[in-house]
């Protein structure tokens, strides 16, 4: 990689950093509009300190006639997640008083919108830390979104191709610049912020609780300010405005962009949608009803209880409503398919999301046709968009990935001295960026705090590794990518 593009990248990684530095300066509000001015210098050193870093990047200057290939992309992606991640830990260490490992691994979680925790205490945890959680996954949130709207699809990632000419029209025919698609997702993304904030205090949180959650929610990160998660709240309009915001996280957001400038129909005409929601909303009742009938539960609140639960875990946010692993082998078993499972392509959701699951279903009926008609010639598309050669090479690839990287990861844990249960649904949990795993240590009312610091550093991997799409990073790790 020649010099040039290295300086590029890390003019790119300052400007980044120097972002981040100011975003630590709402904890600080956070405090002062608390009257709680302890913990101030918690985050100011952390906030010099990477903004000082960042600023030795921006000051020598953007460098001429530099320029990003598509695959420079690989390395900008994947450089920028870590140096940010890195730098965000800080605080967490300067707070907590914990290890770097612990302060890494939380980071990664809430930056990644993973969710999972290694905190305990958070009732009444300082306000400067849970806000600055909340904010890792909001960040992190839209900085996804962005990447998969506008870097994954020219990297031709697992499948997203198939999104790319769905957003390029959008930009060329819609809106005047494609870089205003940017800006709009943007606004939808505060808007939403906003609205949840509003739906959560008037649900029954306080607005310290509500704004929290509602980043969280929007982010499908699923931090809390409840050790308890949502069962701190007993009011059932809580419950619903979290299932509300994190259904409204889990949808493509160019699509929320195509509805404002005209397209009223664009959301609900997009079979990946439709699908989505057919999916949750056919696994919401036919669950609820199985716990209702194993439960003292009324139907109502079966479903409430199950809902939420279900759109968390699909969603990957991670929310909790009770401990579901109580409920029998039938909802354990259910609930990790279900984490596999994901929302959709270009959302703040993890997991395989649901259109490679369609995809799949569309190949394999035109396979069965094929040798019932051997001489036929079977059109394949989806969402009007064909299903060419390339983009199943793309599926194929990512999903054996996926699959290798839950697997070689579990192993992994497994071999530092965790059970398999742990082991397995950690791995699961990690790479598909759900939060919660199964199992009494890491299950939805335990946390990761007694796992091993390896452990955690290879979950963070993974965790990693599942929100870039894995292959973003493989192509990084092979030595033809250094040789030219």
């Not at 029209?169 to 997702?185: E, F, G, L, N, T």
Request: with cysteine.
């Amino acid at each position: 990689m020649a010099l040039p593009t290295l300086r590029m990248i890390a003019f790119i990684l300052g400007i980044f950093l120097i972002t981040l530095a100011l975003s630590m300066i709402i904890p600080i509000i956070t405090l002062l509009s608390m009257d709680n001015p302890e913990g101030l210098s918690d985050f100011l050193w952390p906030a010099l300190i990477t903004a000082g870093c960042g600023l030795a990047m921006v000051l020598p200057g953007q460098p001429k006639h530099a320029q990003l290939r598509p695959r420079d992309m690989y390395m900008l992606t994947t450089s920028s997640w870590v140096v940010v991640c890195g730098f965000a830990a800080l605080p967490m260490v300067f707070i907590q008083h914990i290890g770097y490992t612990d302060a890494f691994f939380e980071t990664m979680s809430g930056i990644t919108t993973t969710g999972s925790t290694i905190l305990t205490g958070l009732d009444h945890a300082s306000p400067a830390l849970l806000i600055w959680r909340s904010m890792l996954h909001w960040l992190g949130g839209i900085g996804f979104i962005g990447m998969a709207v506008a870097v994954l699809p020219l990297l031709r990632v697992g499948g997203m191709r198939l999104f790319q000419t769905e957003s390029s029209d959008w930009s060329q025919k819609v809106m005047p610049r494609s870089h205003m698609v940017a800006k709009y997702i943007l606004v939808i993304y505060v808007a939403f912020t906003l609205l949840g904030f509003l739906a959560f205090w008037w649900a029954g949180m306080t607005p310290f609780e509500a704004i929290n959650h509602a980043m969280a929610a929007i982010s499908t990160g699923g931090f809390s300010t409840s050790d308890s998660s949502l069962a701190h709240w007993p009011q059932p309009a809580v419950h619903w405005v979290a299932v509300v915001f994190m259904l409204l996280g889990s949808l493509p957001f160019t699509l929320y962009v195509a509805f404002l400038r005209g397209h009223r129909k664009a959301l609900f005409r997009d079979q990946q949608v439709r699908g989505f929601l057919g999916f949750l909303l056919i696994t919401c009742l036919g669950f609820g009803t199985w716990l209702w009938f194993h439960s003292e539960h009324s139907w109502l609140d079966a479903l409430r209880i199950v809902t939420v639960n279900v759109v968390s875990v699909v969603t990957t946010t991670g929310f909790a409503l009770g401990d579901y692993t109580l409920w029998g082998g039938f909802s354990i078993l259910l609930f990790f398919y279900l984490t596999f499972v994901g929302g959709c392509s270009g959302s703040t959701a993890g997991g395989l999301k649901i259109f490679r699951f369609q995809v799949a279903f569309v190949m394999l009926k035109a396979n069965l046709q094929q040798m019932i008609h051997p001489r036929s010639v079977i059109k394949q598309q989806y969402n009007n968009h064909p299903i060419d050669d390339d983009i199943v090479r793309s599926l194929i690839t990512f999903s054996f990935f996926f699959t290798i990287t839950i697997g070689v990861i579990a192993l992994g844990l497994a071999l530092i001295g965790l059970d398999w249960i742990t082991a397995l649904t950690g791995a699961a949990t990690a790479v598909c960026n759900v939060g919660p795993g199964l199992g009494p240590i890491i299950g939805p009312a335990g946390n990761f705090a007694s796992l091993p610091d390896s452990a955690k550093w290879l979950l963070s991997v993974g965790m990693l590794l599942g929100r870039l799409e894995i292959i973003t990073i493989l192509v990084v790790l092979t030595p033809a990518f250094w040789r030219h």
